[in-house]
């Protein structure tokens, strides 16, 4: 069978080709991607090549697939998982192996296995491990976004609490504590703000800072203080570049104490220091967001870490559990994964999207691989919807939805695009 894919051939190397897979082995299950979710990881893979820990040596003769955020169809599985897998079925996927040691996963290692494709092949590590889900909802791009989700879920459930005088660590945010969220108005950080309201351990308070007003606009937007208010958090939105002293004001929102858990949504060292001087005693600083700088470094109150029990996490993914929950969640209706999406562009876009990825503004970016699409904005939809029939429609579908992507917006998509 043909597959169309974007591969990585070294740094700055992204090429969209047509190549025929092999026949699948018996252990091994041939899928039909839909929908894939751009990753700032993609990029940091596509501008360093065979310097990234993922990729491999020979890739500029092996290349890879990339994208690692993908859902899509079941269209045959072999001999050997026959018996739990069903072809035509949907599936998601747990793209972090972590398999026998590896650092191989989808999107950076394979040269069959990646989002960015019409169709690819699933080695049978995938389902040794348990990574290949089924998926029984209804929108491909919720299964393609659990897994920035599960990356969500998973920092949440990794940061981690003391009891003065023992020596025991409670896992998981303070319920009904005091939470803060910094550079927290991107997808990421929105997709975070989501789960804290909905999740079965909530903060009494959350704080979210940016300093974009155009992003701490679309955030009260999607996550009014009277839906948070619903689910019994106090919601509030800083924008700390117009803030004089920012530390102090954000410490005066708890009345002094500082917050139980601060996640850090930025490589950025401003924004990491700052998330440290808000922590209050056994205070958790989450640093959430990726660097490409191998010596990024920032200060760090150790005073505080001594006396006041402050303490650093840092996560990368989610595991399995966390995909499943994300799954089920949004299956439920309680997390809506579409708050994260800014952009939606065709198999032809993902090679320039990748690698202009930190330039290019919003949120996530969402790629349907059968379809050929530029890269449009959701709030660019009405003013393209004035010379293209197919916008029109998607702009009067979004609009109903309070301008986010959504399940109907997507079967128009995937029936009308060429």
Not at 287 to 296: M, Y
Not at 306 to 332: F, P, W
Not at 346 to 362: F, Y
């Amino acid at each position: 069978m043909k597959t169309k894919a974007v591969r990585l051939y070294g740094a700055n190397d992204l090429r969209l080709e047509e190549f025929e897979l092999p026949e699948i082995k018996d252990d091994e299950i041939l899928v039909e991607v839909i929908s894939d979710s751009v990753c700032m990881s993609t990029y940091k893979a596509a501008i360093q090549g065979k310097k990234h820990k993922r990729v491999p040596q020979d890739v500029d003769v092996n290349p890879i697939i990339v994208g690692h955020e993908f859902a899509g169809n079941i269209i045959k599985v072999g001999a050997k998982w026959k018996d739990k897998f069903k072809e035509g079925s949907k599936f998601a996927l747990q793209p972090a192996l972590n398999y026998k040691g590896t650092m191989w996963s989808p999107g950076y290692s394979y040269m069959y296995f990646g989002g960015d494709a019409t169709y690819n092949i699933i080695p049978q590590e995938v389902m040794e491990i348990g990574c290949l889900l089924e998926y029984k909802g209804e929108a491909y791009y919720d299964a393609s976004l659990a897994e920035p989700m599960s990356c969500i879920i998973g920092a949440f459930h990794a940061n981690y609490h003391t009891e003065m005088g023992k020596y025991v660590h409670k896992m998981g945010i303070v319920e009904g504590g005091k939470m803060a969220l910094l550079a927290g108005a991107g997808p990421m950080g929105l997709g975070a703000i989501d789960y804290a309201l909905h999740c079965d351990r909530r903060p009494k308070m959350l704080v979210v800072t940016d300093i974009d007003d155009e992003r701490l606009k679309r955030a009260r937007q999607i996550f009014t203080k009277e839906e948070a208010e619903k689910c019994g958090v106090e919601l509030i939105f800083v924008n700390t570049a117009k803030e004089e002293n920012p530390v102090e004001y954000l410490k005066s929102l708890t009345g002094g104490t500082g917050f139980d858990d601060v996640f850090a949504f930025a490589p950025v060292r401003e924004v990491v220091e700052q998330a440290d001087k808000i922590l209050g005693r056994d205070g958790c600083l989450n640093f959430f967001a990726g660097p490409t700088d191998t010596n990024f470094s920032a200060m760090i109150n150790l005073y505080n870490v001594h006396y006041s029990y402050t303490h650093v996490m840092g996560t990368t993914g989610g595991n399995t559990d966390d995909l499943i929950e994300a799954l089920q969640m949004t299956e439920k209706g309680l997390i809506n994964p579409a708050v994260m999406v800014t952009h939606i562009g065709g198999i032809d876009c993902v090679a320039d999207t990748v690698l202009n990825l930190p330039s290019i503004p919003g949120g996530k970016k969402l790629i349907y691989t059968h379809i050929n699409m530029e890269l449009t904005a959701i709030d660019d939809f009405e003013k393209k919807g004035e010379t293209n029939p197919h916008f029109k429609k998607l702009a009067e579908i979004v609009k109903r939805h309070n301008g986010l992507w959504c399940a109907e917006a997507e079967k128009y998509l995937l029936e009308n695009w060429k």
